[in-house]
T-cell receptor, first 111, second 115 residues
Framework: EDQVTQSPEALRLQEGESSSLNCSYT??????LFWYRQDPGKGPEFLFT???AGEEKEKERLKATLTKKESFLHITAPKPEDSATYLC????????????FGSGTQLTVLP | DAGVIQSPRHEVTEMGQEVTLRCKPI?????LFWYRQTMMRGLELLIY????????DSGMPEDRFSAKMPNASFSTLKIQPSEPRDSAVYFC?????????????FGPGTRLTVL
């Protein structure tokens, strides 16, 4: 059974304090690893898709990386507006289009 | 370009009542997904459609839940009769199926409260 585990569950940072969020996955064959951001009362907003180990993608203060068993979301010099829940999801090659989501990391960036 | 549209945004109903949630996917997208999100279980896939045809409904919790997609621009999720444990946020997402892994775009959700 596909599994996606995110850590930590919650993270509090001071503005400017860089850190990383972890997403470990167990799937039979990874077709894609997705990162989403979710603000309170809103739907998940797409950030990145990673397809193969070694791949990296960046957007503003965020950089996502992928290994054969994990993905990391690095946040450099975060700002309060980066506060949100970050979700990762894995797409198994044998699962058609069904994403398996992790439970998310709730990030709070304090001014 | 409009994103995924869901209605209503909030629904409060009493146990035993019928509830219908609606979704309009992004124009041109041919796959549509219904999810439920709760604090305890996170995001769970309920059912997904490809080209208006239900492909996998194994996530639908019970026979009380049903979903339809009569055309490419509209889908409904119905709960009849509703129960307090159905209280959750229900999301609809859509994507274009193709060669590369599909990116799903989510709507704003419907917050359902069953009293």
């Amino acid at each position: 059974e596909d599994q996606v585990t995110q850590s930590p569950e919650a993270l509090r940072l001071q503005e400017g304090e860089s850190s990383s969020l972890n997403c470990s996955y167990t799937v039979s064959g990874l077709r894609g690893l997705f990162w989403y951001r979710q603000d309170p009362g809103k739907g998940p907003e797409f950030l990145f898709t990673l397809y193969s180990a070694g791949e990296e993608k960046e957007k503003e203060r965020l950089k996502a990386t992928l290994t054969k068993k994990e993905s990391f979301l690095h946040i450099t010099a975060p700002k309060p507006e980066d506060s949100a829940t970050y979700l990762c999801a894995a797409l198994d090659s044998g699962s058609a289009r069904q994403l398996t989501f992790g439970s998310g990391t709730q990030l709070t960036v304090l001014p | 370009d409009a994103g995924v549209i869901q209605s209503p945004r909030h629904e409060v109903t009493e146990m035993g009542q019928e509830v219908t949630l609606r979704c309009k996917p992004i124009s041109g997208h041919n796959s549509l997904f219904w999810y439920r999100q709760t604090m305890m279980r996170g995001l769970e896939l309920l059912i997904y459609f490809n080209n208006n045809v239900p492909i996998d409904d194994s996530g639908m919790p019970e026979d009380r839940f049903s979903a339809k997609m009569p055309n490419a621009s509209f889908s409904t999720l119905k709960i009849q009769p509703s129960e307090p444990r159905d209280s959750a946020v229900y999301f609809c997402a859509s994507t274009i199926s193709g060669g590369a892994p599909d990116t799903q775009y989510f709507g704003p959700g419907t917050r359902l409260t069953v009293l």
